[in-house]
């Protein structure tokens, strides 16, 4: 069965579910990570500020600094994962839309995940290390998923291309015919407007004149000339 153009297909419903996923465990995650960055800058602080006035004052202030730039790498981090986070979710509305900028921007960083994900499968290929071997195996089959979603399908592919597909059973308006070569259509007629004469009346006493009477056979008051409509 064909898909029309305009109606979503179900691969691409599968990817925006699976992207709606992981954009809110990386929610979670960036949440995580911002809230530990903001506690270790206030522990940070905390140490130096109890250390300070004393004999260790010196070591206190290098600590606290260091638990401060610690955080502050936390925080950073977390900034950028909440931004691909949003990215993410603009990724999966705008995939309902059929936009074609969103499924590039997904495939790319799915590209991106595939890649990093081989080399983790090599580095833990050469290390003989099976604990890597899993998450790499995950960055590799989640992005690989989505990638076949958006372009594996023979729907989706015209769902985004925007290919118009006659379903079965479906009618369609003939287009319009061509007039053949040398055919001149007529010119449509300019509308006639015919302008009538009100008919005489006396405008004493209201009664009717014939044509060709100068006063009024009733009143004897004299005819004005009829004016025309409009005028």
């Not at 929610?27 to 809230?35: K, S």
């Not at 009618?171 to 319009?176: G, I, L, T």
């Amino acid at each position: 069965m064909t898909q029309a153009v305009g109606v979503r297909p179900g691969s691409v419903t599968a990817a925006q579910v699976i992207i709606r996923v992981l954009a809110v465990l990386g929610a979670l995650g960036a949440a995580a990570t911002l809230v530990f960055g903001i506690l270790g800058l206030v522990s940070g602080a905390t140490v130096a500020a109890n250390y300070a006035g004393t004999e260790s004052s010196g070591l206190g202030t290098a600590f606290g600094g260091l638990i401060g730039m610690f955080s502050g790498v936390l925080i950073f981090s977390g900034l950028v994962s909440a931004a691909f986070v949003a990215l993410w979710f603009w990724i999966a509305s705008a995939l309902g839309r059929a936009s074609k900028g969103a499924r590039i921007t997904a495939t790319v960083l799915c590209g991106l995940d595939i890649a990093w994900g081989l080399l983790m499968v090599v580095l833990a290929a050469s290390e003989r290390e099976a604990v890597v071997v899993l998450p790499a195996l995950v960055l590799l089959a989640i992005p690989g998923t989505l990638i076949f979603l958006l372009w594996g399908s023979e729907n989706a592919r015209r769902f985004f291309d925007a290919v118009a597909v006659p379903m079965p059973g479906a009618y369609y308006a003939p287009a319009p015919m061509s007039p053949p070569v040398g055919f001149v259509a007529p010119q449509e007629q300019d509308a006639v407007t015919t302008r009538f004469t009100v008919p005489p009346s006396c405008r004493t006493c209201r009664s009717g004149l014939q044509p060709g009477w100068t006063h009024c056979g009733r009143c004897g008051a004299p005819v004005q000339p009829g004016r025309p409509v409009g005028a």
